[in-house]
T-cell receptor, first 112, second 117 residues
């Protein structure tokens, strides 16, 4: 069974640009969550999607958005990139609450 | 709001010895789960062990076990017979139970574990 796949693995963008990250969950998993990991703030919850609906959102500015498609694949978008957006972005999928969340290997975003 | 605190930024242990990583949490939820995740240099977060808050019995997974003290809101991880492959960042996390609104995990800042040969 394939794991959670995140693309791309690495990304370098310039301030002011926008970026789209992709996450393909494990087959059959309908919940997809996104986290931002930085050395200073640690792991912070961005948002969660379930059956194409955003079920919860973390405390991030509106520049951070996401969506989920009918096949459960999810994308997150960051517009007007800032230097502080440089981070490892992790995606996790699960079948239901309380069960194991399976993580992808992340996308390392560097904003210059 | 939920919070998870790991007070040990770094720990080290000799190979084959036992080490305990500390975690305290605070939540207003009555139904919740607690997790320990491991993140090696490859960056892949891997579940180590999971505890349902309504269960009094401490979870165990091979060399990994937890000491869950619900009243004290404490959830420590014990690694027995430490191996070189156990070296990684360890994150304690809490998440909603089956009646929760969404699948949101709250993580601690992590403990970097070094295993010395």
């Amino acid at each position: 069974k394939a794991g959670v796949t995140q693309t791309p693995r690495y990304l370098i963008k310039t301030r002011g640009q926008q970026v789209t990250l992709s996450c393909s969950p494990i087959s059959g998993h309908r919940s997809v969550s996104w986290y931002q990991q930085t050395p200073g703030q640690g792991l912070q919850f961005l948002f969660e999607y379930f059956s194409e609906t955003q079920r919860n959102k973390g405390n991030f500015p509106g520049r951070f958005s996401g969506r989920q498609f009918s096949n459960s694949r999810s994308e997150m978008n960051v517009s007007t990139l800032e230097l502080g957006d440089s981070a490892l972005y992790l995606c996790a999928s699960s079948t239901r609450r309380g069960t194991e969340a399976f993580f992808g290997q992340g996308t390392r975003l560097t904003v210059v | 709001a939920q919070t998870v605190t790991q007070s040990q930024p770094e720990m080290s242990v000799q190979e084959a010895e036992t080490v305990t990583l500390s975690c305290t949490y605070d939540t207003s939820e009555s139904d919740y789960y607690l997790f320990w995740y491991k993140q090696p240099p490859s960056r892949q977060m891997i579940l180590v062990i999971r505890q349902e808050a309504y269960k009094q019995q401490n979870a165990t997974e091979n060399r990994f076990s937890v000491n869950f003290q619900k009243a004290a809101k404490s959830f420590s991880l014990k690694i027995s017979d430490s191996q070189l492959g156990d070296a990684a960042m360890y994150f304690c996390a809490s998440g909603p139970g089956s009646q929760g609104g969404s699948e949101k995990l709250v993580f601690g800042k992590g403990t970097k574990l070094t295993v010395n040969p």
